[in-house]
T-cell receptor
Framework: AQKVTQAQTEISVVEKEDVTLDCVYE???????LFWYKQPPSGELVFLIR??????QNEISGRYSWNFQKSTSSFNFTITASQVVDSAVYFC??????????????FGIGTKLQVIP | DAGVIQSPRHEVTEMGQEVTLRCKPI?????LFWYRQTMMRGLELLIY????????DSGMPEDRFSAKMPNASFSTLKIQPSEPRDSAVYFC???????????FGEGSWLTVV
């Protein structure tokens, strides 16, 4: 089983629609961290959010919001009123403590979002 | 503050040639990661350094790949000899301590012909 599953490979929405990108993770650790990154067509990987496993509060940043639910091991990302500039590949990632106390980071395969004007 | 700096940004080389990719981490970051991104495999972790020491190199594809971190300010990823299947974007990323945010460089786009 994959540690980070992004079941939606590609999503297309019309501008101004809301869209939710799903992320399901798997870990046995009690302390872990979850991330979302955006990769626009230009190719760089842009950090969006980091959440630790003890903080289940949802977060909102402008049109972006994140829903973290430990009960379902999910960390979903919603874009409200999508815009063309939101078109990108979005990656969910899980950071666990590997052997020796070091960081072990696993990325999902990414969800390609296309916002159609 | 300067972000993670990678060079070269783009490289086209012939099969069999040696390729060296370079990375300067964000000052104060003690964890450094090399990732490779391809359409087929997505983002793959190649190697992870902590305090300049290689911790996990299980993702390094084969002996043709090697990575070094001689000091806290510099790391290299070398491919020798290069092959067309090595064509990919190679990202360097760094973080301060375990669990903290990982910041990526802009990537080195490698094409081996």
């Amino acid at each position: 089983a994959q540690k980070v599953t992004q079941a939606q490979t590609e999503i297309s929405v019309v501008e101004k629609e809301d869209v939710t990108l799903d992320c399901v993770y798997e870990t046995r650790d009690t302390t872990y961290y979850l991330f979302w990154y955006k990769q626009p067509p230009s190719g760089e990987l842009v950090f969006l959010i980091r959440r630790n496993s003890f903080d289940e509060q949802n977060e909102i940043s402008g049109r972006y919001s994140w829903n973290f639910q430990k009960s379902t091991s999910s960390f979903n990302f919603t874009i409200t009123a999508s815009q063309v500039v939101d078109s990108a590949v979005y990656f969910c990632a899980l950071s666990e403590e590997g052997s020796g106390g070091y960081q072990k980071v696993t990325f999902g395969i990414g969800t390609k979002l296309q916002v159609i004007p | 503050d300067a972000g993670v700096i990678q060079s070269p940004r783009h490289e086209v080389t012939e099969m069999g040639q040696e390729v060296t990719l370079r990375c300067k981490p964000i000052s104060g970051h003690n964890s450094l990661f090399w990732y490779r991104q391809t359409m087929m495999r997505g983002l793959e972790l190649l190697i992870y350094f902590n305090n300049n020491v290689p911790i996990d190199d299980s993702g390094m594809p084969e002996d043709r790949f090697s990575a070094k971190m001689p000091n806290a300010s510099f790391s290299t990823l070398k491919i020798q000899p290069s092959e067309p299947r090595d064509s990919a974007v190679y990202f360097c990323a760094t973080s301060r301590d375990s669990g903290n945010t990982i910041y990526f460089g802009e990537g080195s786009w490698l094409t081996v012909v």
